[in-house]
């Protein structure tokens, strides 16, 4: 019995979230949208050595774009295709080579 009244007790100090998806749509609204550069041909050629120069197992720092945003990852290089799919990924994130504005080891 005293345990059903702390029970209920605890339930007065549960947050209440009275409009649902209210937060997931404010923090939306503070997103701020950037726009796509064009990267310099020597700054491709860059990126495009240091792809090359990558083997699966390296800890790396990529920042790439991502629905209107830059994203910065760092972890482990799991997988890399520079052929087929023209992609890598870190971690459990897969990133398109046309996406990627730096790495760094």
Same mark, same amino acid.
């Given at each position: 019995?005293? %345990? =059903?009244?702390k029970a209920?007790r605890?339930?007065?100090?549960?947050?209440?979230? &009275? *409009?649902? !998806?209210?937060?997931?749509? *404010?923090?939306?609204?503070? =997103?701020v949208?950037?726009? #796509?550069?064009?990267?310099?041909?020597?700054?491709c050629?860059?990126?495009? =050595?240091k792809?090359? &120069?990558?083997?699966?197992?390296? +800890?790396?720092?990529?920042?790439?774009?991502?629905?209107?945003?830059y994203?910065?990852?760092? !972890?482990?290089?799991?997988?890399?295709?520079?052929?087929?799919?023209? =992609?890598?990924?870190?971690? %459990?994130?897969?990133?398109? *080579?046309?996406? +990627?504005?730096? +790495?760094? #080891?």
């Open positions: 019995m005293q %345990n =059903r009244k209920d605890a339930k007065i100090f549960i947050p209440f979230e &009275s *409009l649902k !998806g209210f937060k997931d749509y *404010l923090k939306e609204k503070e =997103r949208v950037v726009e #796509r550069k064009l990267l310099l041909e020597d700054v050629e860059e990126l495009d =050595r792809l090359h &120069s990558l083997k699966k197992g390296d +800890i790396i720092r990529i920042v790439y774009y991502d629905k209107d945003a994203v910065k990852i760092e !972890g482990m290089l799991a997988d890399i295709d520079l052929e087929y799919k023209k =992609r890598i990924r870190v971690v %459990n994130t897969w990133i398109d *080579l046309e996406d +990627i504005v730096v +790495i760094e #080891r």
